[in-house]
């Protein structure tokens, strides 16, 4: 078997990549593996240490025709983590945002369909949805994205959901909330705030902080990905849902607690544009396949603050801290 893993440079999808190639995944045991990443920003080669040397590297763009057209082919699955990420960015300049996660969408399954692949699977976003103020979203609930990062998820999975029922491309997408633990970018919450605590900075506090995530450790969404990918319907979402919903209250006294400060470390800033108040999702569907997450917050945010000060080489290295 051959998987092409696009945008595999970054946090999650370099923790897939890794989990792949040490063998978390029985099914695909001795899968020959192509990465494919622009190496903006966010992508690293570091993040890949762990497995250099199991896999091709393609150093490229998910937007550019000519070079899917030479990777693609011969590949039998490919996974879509290719993708710009971060609201706050979306919001200073949605360009990049539109560019990658729409019109790369649409150029990676148009070079998957001249080529034959037998299976897509297209990795999304909770942020799709909106806000919920009660209960959880399952995957008929329809999309009503409020930032220009969401929209822009939102634009490629209603692409997923054309070029499945108008050409066939046997595609499935997952959708999953917050994510956390090694190797992520440090402009997200949990990494921004323990990279600058470990460092005696001080960190931001959006508006009221009552603000509600829902949290999964990446290595947990790795595995709901793999089962949607092994067993998954095509045309079909699938939720991946977390293990702990938090207030962003809650989330920065554990994170205190956890580096060993007190609150006088907070800022209180204004709130984010459009900022949603809470996401949540139910994951009955992925459930029915076999998937289960394994990993509890409490143990997951300790096993991740330590890692980020056992590695502080790493994120000093990005030039964000």
């Known amino acids: 078997m051959r998987v092409l893993v696009t ?3 970054g946090f999650i ?9 040490t063998g978390a995944y029985p099914a695909w045991k001795g899968a020959e593996v192509t990465v494919l990443d622009l190496l903006t920003y966010a992508g690293n080669r570091a993040n890949l240490a762990a497995v250099d040397g199991q896999f091709t590297f393609v150093h490229g763009d998910i937007g550019d025709p000519a070079l899917l057209n030479r990777v693609v082919p011969g590949h039998d699955v490919v996974i879509n983590f290719a993708a710009e990420s971060h609201v706050d960015r979306s919001i200073a300049g949605a360009a990049d945002f539109v560019r990658t996660n729409v019109l790369g969408v649409q150029r990676l399954f148009d070079a998957c369909l001249r080529a034959g692949v037998g299976r897509v699977v297209h990795v999304s976003t909770d942020e799709v949805y909106g806000s919920i103020g009660s209960g959880s979203w399952d995957e008929t609930a329809p999309l009503a994205p409020n930032s220009p990062y969401a929209a822009s998820k939102a634009g490629g ?10 050409h066939g491309l046997p595609v499935v997408i997952t959708r999953c909330g917050n994510n956390y633990g ?5 402009e997200k919450v949990i990494p921004l705030f323990v990279t600058r605590l470990l460092t005696g900075g001080t960190v931001p506090l959006y508006g009221d902080g009552g603000n509600v995530r829902d949290w ?3 290595t947990d969404h790795c595995r709901g990905i793999q089962v949607a990918a092994e067993r998954g319907a095509v045309g079909e979402v699938y939720h991946i849902a977390g293990t702990c919903e938090l207030t962003n209250l809650e989330l920065t006294d554990r994170l205190l607690a956890a580096c060993g400060v007190g609150w006088d470390k907070v800022e209180r800033v204004p709130d984010r544009l459009g900022h949603d108040r809470r996401y949540s999702l139910t994951d009955a569907r992925l459930r029915a396949l076999g998937y289960a997450p394994r990993i509890s917050f409490e143990e997951g945010l300790a096993d991740t603050v ?5 590695h502080a080489a790493w994120w000093q290295e990005t030039g964000r801290c």
């Open 306 to 310: 330590r890692w980020y000060a056992e």
């Open 7 to 9: 945008g595999a440079a």
């Open 216 to 218: 999964i450790h990446v």
């Open 182 to 186: 090694p190797y992520q970018y440090p």
């Open 13 to 21: 999808g370099s923790a897939y990549v890794r989990e792949l190639l």
């Open 157 to 166: 999975d209603l692409l997923a959901r054309a070029y499945h029922v108008t």
